[in-house]
């Protein structure tokens, strides 16, 4: 996720500003590999002979992940001399979650052409995606079957439709999380391709509404919108897409900034660019992607 500021849309200046420092960045990149190291990994500390290499099984891949997705937008932002600043990587010292609420970086100015919005909005997604196939591929090979049914308050991970194509690549069969327990590495790409399409959803600010903006131009708000809609509808099943559409949409906002030359056709590459955004949305999402006890 990313966070451009029109002047016509700008926030208020902060009372602070915003610390840019490569060692800050540095600082939080070492603070977020040791959350989600020992957080994160505690997960897993169950399995037989797990401990501090879970963690680190579960924490190297998932940061690469981030990494990769945010340095996607960074690049991009380099490529159309966009003022953008270094990852942030935000930990999370809480043993409930993961380790940490993510990365993001910050585009210091508005993005006024079409053609730069929806390259630098789906480099991000498209790049962290790439990075975890490779992880998605091994981890499904090192589930360990349970040999009874799964205990009382167990929070199943559904999986979507990359999953099934990478059991289906590696021979494995099928499997169901209630029926394994799965491999650190095999989760930390869960994650990953959890983080590809929560921000590819096609509400206001998010990559996916960076896309959105630049294929439907003004009719960009309604489609997020409906898009908002159909997600608090979920709520009732599972939490997740509900809080986080109402989260974007509250704090990144419903509506996109429009660009300078909107009315211009986009080219067949980046319709195909966008076609290939849904598409990875697609293979990543799943109705309900976790189940508490």
């Known amino acids: 996720m990313d966070e451009p500021f029109p002047p016509a849309l700008a926030l208020p200046p902060p009372r602070r500003r915003i610390v840019e420092h490569p060692l800050f960045h540095l600082a939080l990149l070492a603070t977020t590999f040791f959350t989600t190291t020992y957080f994160g990994g505690g997960v897993f500390r169950q399995r037989p002979g797990g401990g501090f290499w879970d963690g680190l099984s579960f924490s190297v891949p998932l940061l690469l992940i981030l990494g990769v997705h945010e340095m996607g937008h960074y690049v991009m932002c380099r490529r159309y001399g966009l003022a953008a600043t270094l990852p942030y990587f935000l930990p999370a010292p809480i043993p409930t979650l993961i380790g940490t609420f993510g990365a993001l970086i910050r585009i210091k100015e508005p993005i006024r052409d079409k053609r730069a919005l929806i390259d630098v909005g789906a480099a991000g997604p498209l790049a962290g995606f790439a990075a975890a196939v490779p992880f998605l591929l091994y981890g499904v090979t090192r589930a360990t079957p349970l040999t009874g049914a799964s205990e009382p308050g167990t929070i199943l991970f559904h999986y979507p439709l990359a999953v099934r194509l990478a059991q289906d690549w590696a021979g494995t069969g099928h499997y169901a999380s209630a029926a394994v327990r799965e491999h ?15 921000n590819l959803l096609p509400i206001g600010q998010l990559d996916g509404g960076h896309v959105l903006r630049a294929v439907a131009g003004r009719r960009q708000p309604w489609i ?46 980046r319709i195909l660019l966008a076609v290939l955004c849904l598409a990875v949305f697609l293979l990543c999402f799943t109705p309900v992607p976790i189940t508490f006890p």
Do not use: I, K, Q, Y
């Open 184 to 198: 650190p590495t095999f989760m930390a790409a869960w994650f990953g391709l959890l983080v590809t399409a929560l």
């Open 224 to 269: 997020s919108a409906a898009v908002l809609v159909a997600a608090l509808s979920t709520a009732l099943r599972g939490p997740t897409w509900a809080f986080f559409a109402a989260f974007a949409a509250l704090f990144v906002g419903l509506r996109h900034p429009p660009v300078e030359n909107e009315r211009a056709p986009l080219d067949g590459g």
